[in-house]
């Protein structure tokens, strides 16, 4: 031995007496990972821009390395999926796939504008370029970005961002709650395509009181001008004299579509706030605050449209 890596860069100094220590998150690894990340480091390979390491010389993967392109854990680190450490510890375990093919090489470069890249299964962002918003947006404000008439619109609550953002679907002037935000437009248009079937729950104040069977007849389709509209989901959150509050889930996204369904049976909305949209919660997220979505949440949107 020669003390130097694969690709003729010099390894570490490693002190064999101190034992070699692996970052919290390797607890969820296999046994047989962490020791193999123990021997690999214990030999000098860590993560640098020299050491073009491949783990062990029978588990090279066939994919080409993009010229130019970034290593790999630089990416996942990027995207928010942890530490460069843990992202190494992901790779090793095989937990990682570009464009479909699983890759355990921590110095891989891929091209992350234009390749697919999975943990666990599931797409993370890539792009440094690319925005994920969740926006509480108030009563009175217009779901456009302008406005000829003046009204309030979703611009007045960005600042000064420089992207041209896209809402994913809408709501009415008078209604509330979460909207998403992106300039990731092939997402945004599965998203708000009803083919694509995304759940979208609503609270709702309605009189009181609420029969029992109104569930039902919801499940079962209401007829409106525009056609029948079917709830996925009801149910009756509180009830105190004339009022109640229900929710309601449905996965499509006619104009006022809520308003119109409880209308017809009975119970017209006096105050409407949407809070999940697919996997997304509106949570605490105060009314005009915008938040970034955390790449989990981010994976789960690509995987609820096919992405």
Same mark, same amino acid.
């Given at each position: 031995?020669?003390?130097?890596?694969?690709?003729?860069?010099?390894?570490?100094?490693?002190?064999?007496?101190?034992?070699?220590?692996?970052?919290?998150?390797?607890?969820?690894?296999?046994?047989?990972?962490?020791?193999?990340?123990?021997?690999?480091?214990?030999?000098?390979? /860590?993560?640098?821009?020299?050491?073009?390491?491949?783990?062990?010389?029978?588990?090279?993967?066939? +994919? #080409? *390395? $993009? @010229? %130019?392109?970034?290593?790999?854990?630089?990416?996942?680190?990027?995207?928010?999926?942890?530490?460069?450490?843990?992202?190494?510890?992901?790779?090793?375990?095989?937990?990682?796939?570009?464009?479909?093919?699983?890759?355990?090489?921590?110095?891989?470069?891929?091209?992350?504008?234009?390749?697919?890249?999975?943990?666990?299964?599931?797409?993370?962002?890539?792009?440094?370029?690319?925005?994920?918003?969740a926006f509480n947006k108030p009563?009175?404000?217009?779901?456009?970005?302008?406005?000829?008439?003046?009204?309030?619109?979703?611009?007045?609550?960005?600042?000064?961002?420089?992207?041209?953002?896209?809402?994913?679907?809408?709501?009415?002037?008078?209604?509330?709650?979460?909207?998403?935000?992106?300039?990731?437009? /092939?997402?945004?248009?599965?998203?708000?395509?009803?083919?694509?079937?995304?759940?979208?729950?609503? +609270? #709702? *104040? $309605? @009189? %009181?009181?609420?029969?029992?069977?109104?569930?039902?007849?919801?499940?079962?389709?209401?007829?409106?001008?525009?056609?029948?509209?079917?709830?996925?989901?009801?149910?009756?959150?509180?009830?105190?004299?004339?009022?109640?509050?229900?929710?309601?889930?449905?996965?499509?996204?006619?104009?006022?579509?809520?308003?119109?369904?409880?209308?017809?049976?009975?119970?017209?909305?006096?105050?409407?706030?949407?809070?999940?949209?697919?996997?997304?919660?509106l949570g605490n997220?105060?009314?005009?605050?915008?938040?970034?979505?955390?790449?989990?949440?981010?994976?789960?949107?690509?995987?609820?449209?096919?992405?």
């Open positions: 031995m020669n003390g130097r890596g694969r690709n003729g860069s010099e390894r570490k100094p490693v002190d064999q007496r101190k034992p070699v220590e692996l970052s919290p998150e390797a607890v969820e690894l296999s046994p047989e990972a962490r020791a193999r990340l123990r021997a690999l480091r214990s030999m000098g390979f /860590e993560d640098d821009d020299s050491d073009d390491f491949a783990g062990d010389a029978g588990e090279r993967d066939d +994919l #080409a *390395d $993009v @010229p %130019g392109g970034v290593r790999l854990q630089k990416v996942l680190a990027a995207a928010g999926v942890g530490s460069r450490r843990h992202c190494e510890e992901l790779i090793g375990a095989g937990r990682v796939e570009v464009d479909g093919q699983t890759v355990r090489r921590f110095g891989a470069r891929v091209d992350p504008e234009n390749q697919i890249i999975r943990v666990d299964g599931k797409r993370i962002p890539s792009r440094q370029d690319v925005v994920y918003l009563v009175k404000v217009l779901t456009a970005m302008t406005d000829d008439r003046g009204r309030k619109t979703i611009t007045d609550f960005l600042g000064d961002r420089a992207e041209r953002l896209f809402h994913v679907g809408r709501l009415d002037y008078d209604t509330e709650g979460l909207m998403l935000l992106t300039n990731d437009g /092939e997402l945004a248009h599965r998203l708000a395509h009803p083919s694509y079937e995304v759940a979208k729950t609503y +609270l #709702a *104040d $309605v @009189p %009181g009181p609420i029969p029992r069977d109104l569930g039902r007849r919801l499940a079962a389709g209401v007829e409106l001008e525009d056609g029948v509209a079917v709830a996925d989901k009801f149910r009756v959150i509180e009830q105190a004299d004339k009022r109640a509050l229900v929710e309601i889930t449905l996965h499509e996204g006619r104009n006022r579509i809520v308003r119109r369904m409880l209308a017809e049976v009975g119970h017209p909305v006096t105050r409407l706030v949407r809070i999940t949209v697919g996997p997304i919660r997220l105060p009314p005009g605050s915008t938040r970034d979505l955390t790449t989990k949440e981010i994976g789960e949107l690509y995987a609820a449209v096919g992405l």
